[in-house]
């Protein structure tokens, strides 16, 4: 379990550029067990979630976000690593779950969750 600051998040947050989403890539389908972060912040905090990038292959938000909870500010590359950061916007639990999918199909190869409780 990893505890994520407020001052990493934000300095994170500043040093990425924005990468527009496609809407037109298929859902993600079953995922593979994924490795499992659980964050404890506040309303109006970013939280910022790195994955590794490799070559031919795409991270991408595989369920549905509580957005009444968490939503997505912004994502980048930095270096080899794919930032998605999003802000806290209300009080309660979120999951976001993020899946490695070769280009944009639905079959994911990694999987990262992000449980977040937010104060």
């Known amino acids: 379990m ?3 600051s ?3 998040v ?3 947050a500043v040093a990425i550029a924005v990468v ?3 809407a037109s890539a298929p859902p993600v389908g079953p995922l593979p067990t994924p490795k499992v972060t659980t964050v404890k912040t506040r309303k109006g905090s970013l939280i ?3 994955a590794p990038k490799r070559a031919g292959y795409d991270w991408r938000i595989a369920r549905n976000v509580k957005a009444s909870v968490v939503r997505q500010s912004t994502e980048g ?3 080899k690593t794919v930032v998605l950061v999003f802000e806290a916007v209300g009080k309660g639990d979120a999951a976001i779950i993020l ?5 944009e199909t639905a ?3 990694r999987a990262i969750k992000y449980v977040v409780h937010v104060t």
Do not use: F, H, N, Q
């Open 2 to 4: 990893r505890w994520c």
């Open 6 to 8: 407020a001052a990493l």
């Open 10 to 12: 934000v300095s994170m």
């Open 20 to 22: 527009p989403a496609s």
């Open 48 to 50: 910022a979630i790195a």
């Open 77 to 79: 590359d930095v270096g």
């Open 99 to 103: 899946a490695e999918t070769k280009g």
């Open 107 to 109: 079959k994911a190869y």
